[in-house]
């Protein structure tokens, strides 16, 4: 008795030509690259996380304790007269403190693909494997640090006087948004980013900046330049809904 053959292994050629001259076939490849990534992804996500909370004494506390932090600063420099910030909706410490909640989901979303790939050079030179898996692990673990916080702001708004009403439902939604447009931020950032690592130094201050004139601290300016440059910033509308 024979045995039987083996099994054809798929073939894959590549050439110099750009993908872009074919997009239809650029996007399916992309799609069945999608599909192929998904169980590395969840393995790269589930190893990073145990790895970032087993290190860290304090573990899922780091999540809560930096927007608490820029909150009590906020409300501090408010109440003294330091600053002057004008009337909110909410009151002014639960106004920071989802405003600094949702902005940090952000920066996890923007900063994940520049880290993904930083940290998955020595794969990317050794090993051919789909590449989407690093920006959908990427997502993962945005999704799940941003689970976490949403989590603890629902335990403890109800302590600071809000009411958790039916809309309350559409958060996954406003917070799905934020991930994918910082995603999206972040995957323009990433091919420069590997080749200068002046970028990933820089976008934090950058981030810094653009947290003062997004209605994170600061409710939305109804007049002069400031309520121009709020309005043409387009992380405003993002913060805003998610907040609402």
Do not use: C, H
């Amino acid at each position: 008795m024979t045995d039987p053959s083996p099994p054809t292994l798929p073939v894959t050629i590549y050439t110099p030509e750009s993908s872009l001259a074919s997009p239809a076939k650029m996007i399916r490849d992309m799609l069945r690259d999608l599909l192929a990534s998904r169980e590395l992804a969840w393995r790269l996500a589930v190893r990073d996380i145990s790895a970032q909370y087993r290190q860290a004494a304090l573990g899922l506390l780091w999540a809560f304790i930096l927007p608490l932090a820029n909150t009590l600063i906020w409300v501090f420099l408010s109440s003294s007269g330091i600053v002057s910030v004008g009337e909110t909706a909410l009151p002014y410490p639960v106004y920071v403190f989802t405003g600094s909640m949702l902005w940090a989901i952000l920066m996890d979303a923007i900063n994940a693909p520049l880290q993904q790939t930083i940290a998955a050079k020595g794969m990317l030179a050794k090993l051919n494997f789909p590449r989407e898996a690093l920006i959908v692990s990427g997502i993962y673990q945005t999704l799940f640090n941003a689970g976490i916080k949403i989590a603890l702001l629902m335990a403890v708004l109800p302590f600071m006087g809000v009411d958790l009403g039916w809309n309350l439902l559409l958060l996954p939604i406003g917070l799905f948004s934020l991930v994918l447009v910082g995603t999206a931020l972040g995957l323009l950032i990433t091919p420069v980013g590997v080749l200068y690592t002046d970028i990933g130094k820089a976008l934090p201050l950058l981030m810094q900046f653009l947290m003062y004139v997004t209605p994170v601290v600061f409710p939305m300016p109804k007049e002069g330049f400031a309520a121009t440059v709020f309005s043409l910033n387009p992380l405003s509308p993002i913060i805003l809904t998610a907040r609402d």
